[in-house]
T-cell receptor, first 114, second 110 residues
């Protein structure tokens, strides 16, 4: 997590409010970047991944979106939050050297929607 | 069949015990396999990769059986600090998307 920065760390938002979670990574250029969500009692769910600037793949239909405006910046957004959006959001990047599939995670953003 | 399925747990063991976790995966084309560790309210961290020949790192031994699509993790001489959730992780495909199991909670008691 030393090379992955996420903020905010914790937030409480009302239903229907917008959301923006930010992630920046250090290290080599053109990393693969990922957004995962971990809801209470559930496993990590892949939400989005990106292999380059402006390239976003969505894994699960939902009211969330992602953007990658810069090589080392990955943003998760929502226009209107739902109660079911509560969870622990984790940004991740692939291993810098040797594409072995390992991921390294940021410290996460814990979202509670009320 | 779920993509990655783990023992439901939780496991409660005394210090010094040996504990084994099992995991099965459904995609026979999966290429890479890992065990991650996640402490309470923290991010997952890589514990070890799993190789076809099996591999060991101190008290931890991981094994892979591709024919049975089965992965295991053995922890010997458990320590209090081993208490955590252990996640079985599988990747496949050129974009290296990882699929995580739900995890197994281990508590090592004094």
């Amino acid at each position: 997590s030393q090379t992955i920065h996420q903020w905010p760390a914790t937030l409480v938002q009302p239903v229907g409010s917008p959301l923006s979670l930010e992630c920046t990574v250090e290290g080599t250029s053109n990393p693969n970047l990922y957004w995962y969500r971990q809801a209470a009692g559930r496993g990590l769910q892949l939400l989005f991944y990106s292999v380059g600037i402006g390239q976003i793949s969505s894994e699960v239909p939902q009211n969330l979106s992602a953007s990658r405006p810069q090589d080392r910046q990955f943003i998760l957004s929502s226009k209107k939050l739902l109660l079911s959006d509560s969870g622990f959001y984790l940004c991740a990047r692939n291993r810098e050297v040797g594409n072995t599939g390992e991921l390294f995670f940021g410290e996460g953003s814990r979202l509670t929607v009320l | 069949r779920k993509e990655v399925e783990q023992d439901p747990g939780p496991f409660n063991v005394p210090e010094g015990a040996t504990v084994a976790f099992n995991c099965t995966y459904s995609n026979s084309a999966s290429q890479s396999f890992f065990w991650y560790r996640q402490d309470c309210r923290k991010e997952p961290k890589l514990l070890m990769s799993v190789y076809s020949s099996g591999n060991e790192d101190g008290r931890f031994t991981a094994q892979l059986n591709r024919a049975s699509q089965y992965i295991s993790l053995l922890i010997r001489d458990s320590k209090l600090s081993d208490s955590a959730t252990y996640l079985c992780v599988v990747s496949g495909g050129s974009n290296y998307k990882l699929t995580f199991g739900k995890g197994t909670l281990l508590t090592v008691n004094p």
